[in-house]
């Protein structure tokens, strides 16, 4: 049996001997205040699965879109404050072995934390640098009487625009000068000032920063509590371990939906399934790499429903453009306004959902900050 495997049912045998223990001790004591500690523990732990069961249960369109995502970081929100919460009533173990080692390893990891939420923010800036171009052919496309040659060369350098910046991103965004690509039928090579354009934006993280390496750095060690680290904490140290699991699975999850510098998926995940909180986590880790793992998606900036949207649509009109010939014979106008109208809907979903995601993603980095700060001033 693997040592992970062999740790995680100790660690579950030794709750569940744990929370017996203390109801019959709380019994014979007649302690309605230990008794409320107690079933905080356990309740904490479970409204953790709870949340994580509802996010796994989305199917369909709505799986890793913008409102999706928007979901899990209210998750996150959510297990944060039950912990918080639930840290702050037990102030006395804070400062004792192991729990001082164990909570002072949590607070290093939101560290990190934060550095990926920087990233992704600068990920959602480029979504809008390629929303922008997504404006731009709509403008010169909707809403015409007729659709003339000045439209057309309009919308295709837009188009290559869009195109330029999409595959810069891919894979993590290379070193530029050594990137000579092309895109569509029409083999367009990227110009170096097109390039710089995208990597000229303001970026939080420097340019050497990995968010694969960040990640790794978030998920090493993380090994559920020994059983006599458990009673000496009076359960606390589990709670530690199951928000050190959710801090590092949503950070994943972001990374793989949104653009960011070197995006590594193969994180790996040794939950024990005998956590309640686990089965669904690694339900949706499984669901997030079968998706990466798609013919369409195996080299994607980002792995979010609308920017797959994006590239299809933004595909499929540049290679109808290609095809045409002017005057436009009444058939190859009604597919133009076909495509166009997809791409409007795309342009519309991240219009309405781009925004409160970034504000969501900000308010997750104040949350951690905040729960630091409190914590560190609770631990002296």
Request: hydrophobic share 40%.
């Amino acid at each position: 049996m693997p040592a992970t495997d062999y740790q995680g049912s100790s660690a579950s045998h030794t709750t569940r001997s744990f929370f017996s223990f203390r109801r019959e001790q709380i019994h014979s004591m007649d302690s309605p205040h230990a008794t409320s500690q107690d079933m905080e523990l356990e309740s904490f732990q479970r409204l953790v699965a709870e949340r994580f069961s509802d996010l796994s249960a989305d199917k369909g369109d709505d799986f890793l879109s913008l409102s999706w995502v928007q979901k899990l970081l209210s998750v996150f929100l959510d297990c944060q404050e039950d912990f918080t919460e639930l840290v702050s009533r037990n102030k006395g173990y804070l400062n004792r072995a192991p729990m001082d080692r164990m909570i002072s390893e949590f607070f290093e990891r939101s560290v990190k934390a934060l550095d990926v939420c920087n990233a992704i923010r600068d990920g959602i800036e480029i979504i809008r640098q390629w929303q922008k171009q997504l404006e731009i052919v709509l403008c010169a496309l909707g809403n015409q009487r007729s659709l003339g040659e000045g439209q057309f060369r309009r919308a295709k350098k837009a188009l290559v625009d869009l195109a330029i910046g999409m595959l810069d991103e891919k894979e993590g965004s290379s070193s530029v000068s050594h990137r000579n690509r092309s895109f569509g039928r029409n083999n367009v090579v990227k110009d170096q000032k097109s390039m710089g354009h995208y990597r000229s934006l303001s970026w939080s993280v420097s340019r050497s920063w990995s968010a694969a390496k960040q990640l790794q750095a978030i998920g090493n060690n993380l090994a559920p509590p020994k059983p006599n680290e458990i009673m000496a904490t009076n359960g606390l140290a589990l709670a530690v371990y199951t928000m050190n699991n959710v801090l590092y699975f949503v950070m994943w999850a972001l990374v793989a939906a949104i653009p960011c510098q070197d995006r590594g998926l193969h994180a790996s995940f040794h939950m024990p399934k005998q956590f309640v909180w686990a089965s669904p986590i690694l339900s949706l880790h499984e669901k997030i790499l079968d998706e990466s793992k798609k013919r369409d998606k195996r080299a994607a900036s980002g792995l979010m429903k609308e920017i797959h949207e994006i590239e299809k649509c933004a595909r499929f009109l540049n290679e109808l453009m290609d095809s045409v010939s002017f005057p436009l014979n009444e058939e190859k106008e009604e597919e133009v306004v076909k495509r166009v109208k997809e791409l409007g809907v795309v342009n519309q979903a991240i219009k309405q959902g781009l925004n409160p995601m970034e504000r969501r993603v900000r308010e997750v980095f104040h949350k951690i900050v905040k729960s630091r700060t409190e914590g560190l001033e609770s631990s002296g």
